[in-house]
C-alpha cells in the first residue's frame, strides 16, 4: 500500500535538456578584449615579419589586419543591438556576405577593366545587390526575423564581412611586386583600410538591409516594392562616390593647378610628376571626399534607426 508524501515535500523532478540561452554564447566586453588582443598580436606579427624579412608570416599578417576590425566591429553590433538575433544569424550573414560580395564583386570588375565613371557605378550597383543577395539567402529560412534594427545589424554584418576579404585581396596586391614583398605598403593598406571598413561597406549595407527587412512581410517573402529599389540606389550612388574619390581627387587638382583638363588623368589614376603642393593638394580633397561620403552614410543610417522604437530598446 502506498502513501502520498505529506504536503510539502520536495518532488523528484527529471532534469531535461539544457540549452544555454544564445546570448550566453558570447560575454559582455569580448569586442573591447579581441580588439586589443588582436591588435598586439597583429603587431607582434609584424615586428617578426620585418626582422626575419620572411614570407611565411605574411598569411597570418594579412588576415589579421583584414579581419580584425570587421570582427570586433560584428561582436560590438551583436553584443550591443543584436543578442536577440542570435550568434548564429550574424555569423552568418558575416561569412555568406564577405564571399559572395566579393565574388559578386570580382565578376563584375572582371567585366569592367577601364577605370571610368560607368565602371564605379557598375561594380558598386553589383557589389551592393550581391550583399543583399547574401543577406537574404542566410534569412531565407527565419521568417520572423524583420524590422528596420534587425535590418541595421544584419546588413552592417553582411558589409564587413565583404570589407575584410576585400581588404585581405587589397593587403596581398599591395604586399607582392616584381621586386619582393613590400612590407610597409602591405601595412599601410591594412591600417587604412581596417580604419574605414565600418564607414564603407559596413555602413551601406546596414543601410540596404534596415530598408530591406523593414518591409519584409509576415510571412518570410521579401518585398521589393519602391523604398527599397531606391535605398539600393541610393547606397550604391554612395559606394561609387567612395571608390571614386581618388578619380576626384587628382580631377580636382588638375583644375586648380597648371596641369590643364586631361582626359587620361582619370583612367591612369596618377599625376605625372606632381610638385609638394599638388601632392598636398591631393591628399586633402581625397580625404574630404571619403570624409563627406561617410558623413552623409552616418546620417542616412541615423535616421532609420531614430525612427525604429525598439532600437533604443535593445537587449
Known amino acids: 500500500m502506498s502513501h502520498s508524501p505529506p504536503p510539502g515535500t520536495p518532488r523528484a523532478r527529471i532534469p531535461g535538456p539544457q540549452h544555454p540561452p544564445d546570448d550566453m554564447r558570447v560575454r559582455r566586453g569580448l569586442w573591447r578584449r579581441c580588439l586589443w588582443g588582436g591588435l598586439a598580436l597583429w603587431v607582434l606579427t609584424a615586428a617578426v615579419t620585418y626582422a626575419t624579412r620572411s614570407t611565411a608570416p605574411l598569411p597570418t599578417l594579412i588576415l589579421l589586419g583584414s579581419f580584425l576590425v570587421p570582427v570586433v566591429f560584428v561582436l560590438w553590433a551583436y553584443e550591443t543591438h543584436g543578442r536577440d538575433l542570435g550568434a548564429g544569424t550574424v555569423l552568418g550573414c558575416f561569412l555568406a556576405g ?22 564605379f557605378a557598375g561594380v558598386a550597383l553589383a557589389g551592393e545587390a550581391a550583399k543583399l543577395g547574401a543577406l537574404m539567402f542566410v534569412l531565407r529560412g527565419r521568417p520572423r526575423i524583420r524590422g528596420t534594427r534587425a535590418g541595421l545589424v544584419l546588413g552592417a554584418s553582411v558589409g564587413v564581412g565583404f570589407a575584410a576579404l576585400e581588404s585581405a585581396g587589397y593587403a596581398f596586391s599591395a604586399a607582392v611586386s616584381t621586386e619582393g614583398v613590400d612590407l610597409r605598403a602591405l601595412l599601410e593598406t591594412e591600417i587604412l583600410r581596417g580604419v574605414l ?26 518585398r521589393f516594392d519602391a523604398p527599397v529599389w531606391g535605398t539600393w540606389l541610393g547606397v550604391s550612388l554612395l559606394h561609387a562616390l567612395w571608390d571614386s574619390a581618388h578619380g576626384v581627387a587628382l580631377w580636382l587638382v588638375s583644375r586648380l593647378t597648371d596641369i590643364g583638363v586631361r582626359r587620361d588623368l582619370f583612367s591612369e589614376g596618377y599625376l605625372p610628376r606632381p610638385t609638394e603642393a599638388q601632392q598636398h593638394m591631393f591628399t586633402v580633397f581625397s580625404v574630404a571626399g571619403l570624409a563627406v561620403v561617410a558623413m552623409a552614410g552616418l546620417l542616412w543610417a541615423r535616421s532609420l534607426a531614430r525612427r525604429d522604437p525598439s532600437w533604443r530598446n535593445t537587449p
Not at 98 to 119: D, I, Q, R, T
Not at 197 to 222: E, M, N, Q, S, Y
Request: no cysteine; glycine share 16%.
Open 98 to 119: 564577405g564571399v559572395l560580395g566579393a565574388l559578386g564583386a570580382s565578376l563584375m570588375e572582371y567585366h569592367l577593366l577601364h577605370p571610368s565613371l560607368g565602371m
Open 197 to 222: 571598413a565600418p564607414f564603407g561597406h559596413g555602413l551601406w549595407t546596414a543601410i540596404a538591409g534596415a530598408v530591406l527587412l523593414a518591409h519584409r512581410r509576415t510571412d518570410g517573402r521579401f
